[in-house]
């Protein structure tokens, strides 16, 4: 079936610092997604991305949706103690497709 | 706000026993979904319903069972269970079309099998 590599798997910084995730797949989706889970809460929808190439921002983070249509990218600027949780990308192959496809998570821990 | 609510956040089974994991949502939405989620592998779907009565197997489904008889409850069944199906589990919902991709989740049901 299809698969989504993401990562780093986890990741050690400092507040303040930016922080890159990516994520890939052996083959196109059509929608590239990326949730956020909080520690003990359900994953929450952060950005959704549609077109190839698409670029989007939700205050300090900011996702790509790869030319190829097998890679996403997020990128959080300034980290804040809030924002440590795991954080997931998900595909969609069509409109016609009846699942996401979630990648392994980023466990990202930041140090005040 | 839309509320997604799990019937338990912890439950402790032993091996064999029925376990019954319950979800409700408020917003009338279409599409329900069940996951599990294990540390390195994400969230793996195991089963979906888009209307009442109605229901799809995901990637995992061997060993679950799903019911859904109202339009707001979706439920997931473990029929015997096994200690590898200890795990959390996370139930989501979704309107269609393109919000078929908003799933909105709920806290999750950490569930260990004795």
């Known amino acids: 079936g299809q698969q989504l590599n993401q990562s780093p798997q986890s990741m050690f910084i400092q507040e303040g610092e930016d922080v890159s995730m990516n994520c890939t797949s052996s083959?196109?989706?059509?929608?590239w997604l990326w949730y956020k889970q909080d520690p003990g809460e359900g994953p929450v929808l952060l950005i959704a991305?549609?077109?190839?190439?698409e670029l989007t921002s939700n205050g300090r983070l900011t996702a790509q949706f790869g030319i190829t249509r097998k890679d996403s990218f997020l990128n959080i600027s300034a980290s804040i103690p809030s924002d440590v949780g795991i954080y997931f990308c998900?595909?969609?192959?069509?409109?016609?497709?009846?699942?996401?496809?979630f990648g392994q998570g980023t466990r990202l821990t930041i140090n005040p | 706000d839309v509320k997604v609510t799990q019937s338990s956040r912890y439950l402790v089974k032993r091996t064999g026993e029925k376990v019954f994991l319950e979800c409700v949502q408020d917003m009338d939405h279409e599409n329900m979904f069940w996951y599990r989620q294990d540390p390195g592998l994400g969230l793996r779907l195991i089963y979906f319903?888009?209307?009442?009565?109605?229901?799809e197997k995901g990637d995992i489904p061997e060993g679950y069972s799903v019911s859904r008889e109202k339009k707001e409850r979706f439920s997931l069944i473990l029929e015997s269970a096994s200690t590898n199906q200890t795990s959390m589990y996370l139930c989501?919902?979704?309107?269609?079309?393109?919000?078929?991709?908003?799933?909105?989740f709920g806290p999750g049901t950490r569930l260990t099998v004795l």
């Open positions: 319903s888009y209307d009442v009565k109605m229901k």
């Open positions: 083959s196109i989706f059509n929608t």
């Open positions: 989501a919902s979704s309107l269609g079309g393109q919000a078929y991709n908003e799933q909105f």
């Open positions: 991305l549609y077109k190839a190439g």
């Open positions: 998900a595909g969609r192959a069509g409109a016609g497709a009846q699942k996401l496809v």
